[in-house]
Nanobody
Framework: QVQLVESGGGLVQAGGSLRLSCSAS?????????MAWYRQAPGKQRELVAL??????NYAGSVEGRFTISRDNAKRTVYLQMNSLKHEDTAVYYC????????WGQGTQVTVSS
């Protein structure tokens, strides 16, 4: 059974940085699975933030140049380095398989004070 556990969130001032981690235990062939980070702000729909495939990375326009997705396949872990954080980045952040997502984890709260 696959379990997704996100961590690393917190309260940070605008302009600061955070590094999120997502552990994907039980996921077979992790190294070839496209993984993504999503976020959901209060009152808004969940949105795709960053995507990592076996060959490329892609970002939402709102985070391009500020966020970096990376992965450690041996640890079945995906990271999201977030720099130059803005108030509008405040949300609960989740990771999941991009195609046919698993049950969502609890997410990790990121709060950016302006």
């Amino acid at each position: 059974q696959v379990q997704l556990v996100e961590s690393g969130g917190g309260l940070v001032q605008a302009g600061g940085s955070l590094r999120l981690s997502c552990s994907a235990s039980g996921m077979r062939a992790f190294h070839i699975i496209a993984m993504a980070w999503y976020r959901q702000a209060p009152g808004k729909q969940r949105e795709l933030v960053a995507l990592s495939t076996s060959t490329s990375t892609n970002y939402a326009g709102s985070v391009e140049g500020r966020f970096t997705i990376s992965r450690d396949n041996a640890k079945r872990t995906v990271y999201l380095q977030m720099n130059s954080l803005k108030h509008e980045d405040t949300a609960v952040y989740y990771c999941n398989r991009y195609v046919s997502p698993y049950d969502w984890g609890q997410g990790t709260q990121v709060t950016v004070s302006s």
